[in-house]
């Protein structure tokens, strides 16, 4: 079956610490159902230093599981996703405005 949510999709979160915030899918994980949204769910991380990056303390994105997100429809509010045929192929659709999703 076709990916509700994809890398470039603008997304809401919509339980957790971040929980009405608005990002863009960086990565998707499809083997542990999570992806990575640019701004949300970070987290600062220990790192040693190595031979190419210095030592310190960093703040990244973790993954956030799917069932969290939603994808954004045109006005930034949260919407379910339905499939559609148009001209042969198959369209992902807002399920609120009946709009396609651009990607």
Not at 31 to 44: C, D, F, K, P, Y
Not at 45 to 70: C, W
């Amino acid at each position: 079956m076709a990916s509700k949510i994809k890398k470039g999709d603008k997304v809401v979160v919509l339980a957790g610490k971040d929980k009405g915030k608005t990002g863009q899918v960086l990565q998707v994980i499809p083997s542990e159902t999570r992806a990575l949204v640019q701004g949300i769910n970070l987290v600062r991380r220990h790192t040693k230093q190595t031979a190419s990056q210095d030592a310190g303390i960093f703040t990244k994105e973790a993954p956030i599981h799917l069932s969290n997100l939603a994808v954004a429809d045109a006005n930034g509010k949260a919407t379910r996703v339905g499939f559609v045929i148009k001209d042969g192929t198959k369209v992902r659709v807002a399920k609120t405005t009946g709009d396609a999703i651009d990607g």
